[in-house]
């Protein structure tokens, strides 16, 4: 397959910036995911990749290749996209042999390569079928099938799921990263959608406003955000913020919040003079009659295993995830106390997370 390195990548578009000096590398066989909500650069990014798009300025390497400027013809990669793009006058068949058809690749080995992939696809069932009576799944699964055919060194994803209902989207992630694993391909995709990308991914990219604010595995972002945004983006409940003012130096290992001293990660930077703010996951939350902050229960939530407690406090409504039965009624005074190994602090004017021992070597944009 393909390793892929984009440096300082940029595409404008008369006065608008769409994407502003990316850098990333793409390992080969990884399964990389380009994040982020709608307008953030991402499929622009992809079209790059693909050769749909110019960049404006920066580079694109497959292999070691400069492919810039080389039109996708001659990138040796397939698209996958939202619709299916499907050829609806011809059978299922007929749609994966397409693009060897259109290159004059013999007929014996058309026939091979078709029968390889409907049995990976498992739809040699659905071979001679029109495409027009098909469930969006197996459409799908047909324009994946037409990518795989033609053997290319890596596959453009454009949130190929887009169009599933939610049920069916679960499943069919399941399945097409399986498939991913079986053939060890080189696979960009695109998604806004934050769960998909967690469940899918071997390497995250997020984006916003055109710039890559964070990459890196699921659980490092998840785990250690490097911007505000990434923290408010990535997890369902979001981290909750507290907003606070105070200075301290390298080496301390706690803030004080409300009078109240809170435990953090070891500072490596200075923070003196600056607006800050505290980032903690719900689950680092931990309810109880005693902790650093007090409040109220505001609201409840039931998910079955777990509940997310909404306490509200002095610093604004604070999320908890507790376990399903853990008593809150409304109203009823809380304690809150937080695991501070694992909290985050941001500095509230650039949104940047201050360096600590818990998120050295996390990968800013």
Do not use: W
């Not at 469930?135 to 887009?162: H, N, Y």
């Not at 250690?224 to 390298?250: K, Q, R």
């Amino acid at each position: 397959m393909a390793e892929i390195v984009i440096q300082n990548l940029r595409k404008e578009f008369g006065a608008f910036i769409a994407v502003q000096g990316s850098s990333f590398t793409i390992g080969d066989g990884e399964f990389f995911m380009l994040l982020g909500p709608s307008g953030c650069g991402k499929t622009t990014t992809l079209r790059m990749i693909a050769g749909l798009e110019i960049p404006t300025s920066g580079q694109i390497l497959i292999d070691g290749q400069d492919v810039s400027r080389l039109p996708a013809s001659q990138r040796d990669i397939a698209m996958v996209f939202q619709m299916f793009a499907l050829y609806p006058h011809l059978n299922v068949r007929k749609n994966i042999a397409y693009p060897l058809v259109s290159q004059g690749v013999p007929r014996a080995e058309v026939a091979r390569r078709v029968a390889e992939v409907a049995r990976i696809l498992q739809i040699e069932h659905l071979m001679d079928k029109g495409v027009g009576g098909l469930s969006g799944g197996d459409r799908q699964r047909v324009a994946l099938g037409r990518a795989i055919v033609r053997r290319p060194k890596a596959f453009m994803m454009d949130e190929p799921l887009g169009a599933l209902d939610a049920e069916f989207r679960e499943t069919m992630a399941e399945e097409l990263r399986a498939l991913h694993d079986r053939m060890g391909a080189t696979t960009v995709y695109v998604t806004h959608d934050q769960l998909e990308a967690m469940q899918m991914g071997d390497k995250i990219v997020v984006m916003n406003h055109g710039v890559v604010e964070q990459f890196g595995t699921p659980q490092d972002i998840y785990d250690h955000p490097a911007t505000l945004f990434v923290a408010d983006f990535i997890g369902s409940p979001a981290m909750n913020f507290l907003p606070f003012e105070g200075g301290f130096a390298p080496g301390d290992v706690s803030v004080t919040l409300g009078g109240a001293q809170i435990a953090v990660p070891r500072l490596h930077e200075a923070t003196e003079g600056r607006k800050l703010v505290l980032g903690v996951r719900p689950e680092h939350v931990t309810l109880g009659e005693t902790g650093a902050l007090r409040g109220r229960v505001l609201a409840s939530e039931y998910l079955g295993t777990s509940q997310i407690i909404t306490v509200e406090t002095a610093h604004g409504p604070i999320k908890a995830r507790a376990p399903s039965g853990q008593p809150a009624r409304l109203g009823e005074p809380l304690a809150l106390s937080f695991a501070g190994p694992r909290l985050t602090l941001f500095d509230q004017s650039t949104g940047r997370a201050f360096l600590t021992d818990a998120n050295a070597g996390v990968h800013h944009g």
